[in-house]
């Protein structure tokens, strides 16, 4: 309950047995009246209000429980053992029976024992005691008004309870007004516990009491003496004044208030008031010796300002004048307290002021004086153990480690808990040995023992990492290592030995072990351990691990040397964004990066890159020269400056600065001398770089994989022999090779080792790729294949065709290039014509139908022809080709089959390039049109025996293509060309393709692509036909188509497949043309014609072929298939089919190759069969 029953009855509601007549304005009237009565000592007005309330409401327990109490009070008893039996038989709740109960114990013997109990643990100062007993008679429920006060206001003497019995007895002044005791017993908690002017309105209620107001002055002037002189102060002067006229005080209060009011003007007497109450609060020591200072030159002989000013100059640890201003003060204070006070601190100033003396002399080394100084300050104070300490650090400095311990031992016994005495054992202990320490802290309690464990364990590790540094001396790692590994079991949470071991095992390869070190490290580990596992993860090139790491650091005690490594790491991944961004060629956010690095060498550098990048390399070259104006001997800036002019083409500058960098003075390091190998290469002089580059190789053993293929990239010209001895030791760097070979013996298991992976990274791609390059460019290759292409849905004779091709083709090394020699035999077989009942044929071929009619109108024909009713052809062709190391160049000469009725030299050159994203090839060429007999090998007219056919396509094309390795490209073809053949009308030709692929799938041996091609030709002349004068191929006018490819090509370590499917749609356009074009041709068949009309006349105009429209779809299928035999030998096949509305031509090819040097490496993918010349393009 909030209040005591007995004291605080205003709290209590009605009962339900109140008299109707009893208001509530009465009952809190007289109930008041009562506690006034028992709060002035006025017996009868309290009894008076309680008849008069038992008269109204007889049977009310509340009103018969007051009167128990007001009865107890009065010790009437009888008189209250009455009201109580009268109040057990009215109700039986126990708030109302039990403080009634309580207050009648008090009459009994024990109970008053108790209290007298109590009390004498009270007078004894045993508080806690003296609580615990008052608690054991009534709980915190004091039955009477005297009770209640002496209880509360012994609760008011422990700290902890304070405030909560300063409440209670707030609540009983409310209650009991005029009742001095309890006035008196709440002054003096409010002041202890910080509320002034509570305490100082209590007093003035307490002035208002007969009898209290010259004690209540004189406690109100003590405190306001004590206060410091400002503005409130002189407030509260003002308010005494006011309220205690006529006091013996007020007098000496008027003048009290007159001198502060004059000090309170003076800003010296200010400013001293505001150092002293910095001194006393111990905050900004040097503002407040500046303040009391200029206070004191007008007051110096003010105690209390000298006695601050000299705290101030105590807690500056300014001992010597702390010392002459202690003593000045206590000469001129009358104040006992402070004359007590400042005498305390004078001798506690004179005591620290020998001890630090004798420090000083201790850090001087001068021990004697030291020992002499300690003497005399113990001998000052010597319940305190500072002296004693500092005589114990002398022994040590002397190494006397019985008497430190002697004098150590002394400290503990007076002070057993002090760290310090222990913490000088702990080290004493350590220098004498491991086991020394082991067996005092098997003296020390358990639990301190257990607290100064980890010391014991340092020491441990200490002499570890002690034996492990002299095995890593020695070469003995793995000694050092399990050393280490003990040390760190020892003291598994030492971030240095921790990463000392982590780095080692990881140097040793045991990544493994190494990982293990730092596994348990957490968030929540000590920051010092992060940071070291943060360490070993940037040293092991795990940036964003490290840097997630320190960020839990924030907000800890992170040091400097933290806060360093976390801004090198970001530093350097803000470095890797913008190189990752220079790759993507993200330019304009690559810049925008670079501005956030800090204006350092490094940072123009990259400044220097992203303008080389853009291509502004005049931007890169004054940057560049910038530098070099600031560090003229820096090598590298040299080599920046030679870069820039490479990029300009400026040689000539290039070469002139090269030149002299090689020179012995300069002492050029092997990273310079990497990059002035790879400078002289630019310059086209490989011997040079290789000879840079050996130099930087020289003192390597393990040179890296990158500067060997780079090296033996440049000597492949000069001495293939030992460049690919470079690339096994670059193979081996990289772990593709087995250590075991040292030369490049075996070519079988050199060239295994260039197949290439999908985990491959750039490097051991160009490595193998190199490798493979060269073996498939100097071994020389023989394939013999056999094929046969044909095609049905024609006029047989004429349009039919089947064409079987042996090819033997040998691939050899020429030059700085390959070339390639190859016989083919072609035999061609278009079919027979079909004979008439007189053994002739009609068909439209050559001159065969010769017919039309004469200006009668009469129908007119020449007899069909009898000979060469079938058609064929067979002949061997000779071709030849070359193509430059770098693909840029290739060209090749053949002559079509001899044997064919027709005969032409062919061939092509190509040019290929880039501009920039753009890649182009230029291609001249002379190729045959191999659509029919006709045109690939020309013909005989069985009428005339005129040789006709034959056609080249004669002209040139531009590809272009747009790849820069992401997952789409596109190329396109321009065209033109000039169609020749013997007895054929010229032609022209126009063609314009272009295409988009996307890649699905883009692995080291899985490939699948798709994308959409869109095709035009257009040809002047329409030619499509098989009679004498046309060369029977295929020229619409205007031709469009639709594509949609698919390619998959899949290769293992033995086969290689590919399947190459398409759809298309296209729209053809054929205009009317001549049958027979050249009618020089037709001399001697329309001579005859004309006899046989005569005397009508033939019209040749009437000899025309109809044009048309069509479109259609049309589908592709390419199957082809490579299987490796041994080192030596593939074979391989391959299958086409087409369709189309009228064609539907089909191909299979099987060959054999055989390598003359033995080839393990990858397969070609996709596989590509030999093409025939006639389809060369």
Known sequence: MSRLLILLASGLTAHASLAASLSDQQRIWLLSQIRLGMATARPELASDAWQRLQMLAPEDPAILQQGVLLAMSQHRGDDARRYFEQLQHLTRDPELLEPARQALALDQPQVQAALHRARLFETAGQNAQAIASFRSIFGDRPPTLDLAVEYWSLLTRDPAQREQAIARLQVLNDDYPGYAPLRWALIGPLFAAGHPQQAIMV?????????????????????????????????????????YPGVSAWEQARQILDRQQHLAGDPAWRDGQRGMTLSQNGRDQALAQSLLQRALQHYPDDPKLLGYYALSLFQSARYDQAAIYFKKATMLEDDPYFMTKWRTLHQDTLYWQELRHADQALSRQQLDAATRLYTLAHQQRPDNINARLGMADVAIARRQWPRAIELLNAVRTLHPGDDGALRRLLNIHAEMGSSSLHDFLATLPAPVAARYRPREMALRRDELSRRAGEARQHGDMALAIRLLQQ????????????????????????????????????????????????????????????????????????????????????????????????????????????????????????????????GH?????????????????????????????????????????????????????????????????????PRRA?????????????????????????????????????????????????????????????????????????????????????????????????????????????????????????????????????????????????????????????????????????????????????????????????????????????????????????????????????????????????????????????????????????????????????????????????????????????????GWYHRFVERTHLQIRSGLSL???????????????????????????????????????????????SASWSWAGLDPSRRFPIERLIRTPLAALQAQASPATIDTAQWLNAGGRSQGPGARLHLALERRLGAHWVLGTSFTVQHSQDYAPSYGRLYIRYSFHPWEGDLPMPVTPLTPYDNFR
């Not at 931007?619 to 080599?639: K, N, S």
């Not at 593709?736 to 197949?755: E, F, G, H, Y």
């Not at 095709?1015 to 020229?1035: A, I, K, V």
């Open 203 to 243: 007093l003035h209620q307490l002035a208002s009491t007969p009898g209290n107001r010259e004690v209540a002055s004189e406690r109100e002037f003590a405190y306001l003496k004590s206060l410091p002189v400002d503005a409130s102060t002189i407030r509260l002067w003002q308010s005494f004044l006011a309220t």
């Open 617 to 685: 390399h005049d931007t890169q070259l004054a940057i560049d020269r910038r530098l070099l104006a600031q560090w003229p001997q820096r090598i590298d800036l040299r080599l920046d400056e030679i870069d820039a002019l490479l990029q300009l083409q400026r040689t000539g500058e290039a070469r002139s600065r090269l030149e002299p960098l090689a020179a012995a003075s300069l002492a050029p390091s092997a990273s310079d001398r990497r990059r002035m190998a790879r400078d002289w290469s630019q310059l086209g002089e």
């Open 1015 to 1061: 095709m035009y030709w257009g040809y002047r002349h329409n030619q499509d036909y098989f009679s004498l004068g046309n060369g029977d191929y295929y020229s619409p006018s205007r031709y469009t188509s639709i594509g949609l490819p698919l390619t998959i090509a899949w290769r293992s370590a033995d086969w290689s497949a590919l399947i190459d499917a």
């Open 487 to 614: 040390a760190h079991a020892a003291t598994p949470d030492d971030p240095w030995l921790s990463l000392q071991l982590a780095r080692t095992l990881q140097d040793q390869g045991r990544n493994t072990e190494a990982e293990q070190v730092f596994a348990r490290v957490s968030v929540d580990s000590p920051i010092e351990l992060r940071y070291a596992r943060a360490l070993y993860l940037d040293g092991s090139g795990r940036d964003p691990q490290a840097l997630i790491l320190l960020q839990t650091m924030h907000g800890a005690r992170m040091t400097a040397e933290m806060q360093q490594l976390e801004h090198q790491i970001r530093i350097r991944q803000l470095t890797r964004r913008v190189w990752s961004e220079l790759q993507a060629r993200h330019f304009g956010i690559a810049s925008d990066l670079v501005k956030q690095l800090p204006d350092t060498l490094d940072t123009w550098r990259l400044q220097a890159e992203l303008a080389r990048q853009q």
């Open 690 to 994: 290789a000879a840079q580059m050996r130099a930087a190789l020289a003192d390597e053993a393990h040179p890296s994989a990158l500067d060997l293929r780079d090296l033996a990239r440049w000597e492949r010209k000069d001495d293939p022999a030992r460049a690919l001895q470079d690339d096994a030791r670059a193979l081996q760097q990289l772990r593709l090779l087995p250590a075991t070979i040292t030369t490049p013996a075996d070519p079988a298991q050199l060239t295994r080792a260039t197949r290439a992976r999908d985990s491959d990274d750039w490097l051991r791609q160009s490595l193998r790729s190199d490798i493979a390059e060269y073996y498939q460019r100097t071994d020389p290759v023989l394939t013999l294949d056999e094929g046969l292409n044909s095609r049905s849905n024609g006029q047989a004779g004429a349009t039919d065709l089947r064409n079987q091709t042996q090819m033997l083709d040998y691939a050899f090394p020429w030059v700085t290039g390959r070339a390639f020699v190859r016989l083919e035999h072609q035999q061609l077989d278009a079919g027979s014509f079909r004979l008439n009942s007189g053994g002739r044929y009609l068909d439209d071929f050559g001159s065969c139908l010769f017919a039309g009619l004469d200006s009668l109108g009469r129908y007119q024909q020449l007899p069909g022809c009898s000979n060469r009713q079938h058609q064929h052809a067979d002949g061997v062709l000779l071709a030849g080709g070359w193509q430059s190391a770098d693909g840029r160049v290739q060209a090749d000469i053949g002559h079509s089959p001899f044997g064919y009725a027709v005969g032409n030299w062919l061939g092509g050159i190509s040019w290929r390039g880039d501009l920039g994203w753009l890649g182009w090839r230029l291609t001249g060429s002379r190729r045959p049109m191999d659509n029919s007999l006709i045109s690939l090998a020309g013909a005989i007219d069985p009428r005339t025996g005129q040789r006709w056919g034959g056609v080249t396509a004669n002209g040139a094309t531009l590809g272009l293509s747009v790849d820069q390795g992401g997952s789409d490209g596109a190329w396109a073809s321009l065209g033109a060309h000039l169609m020749l053949g013997r007895n054929v009308p010229s032609n022209f030709r126009q063609t314009a393709m272009a």
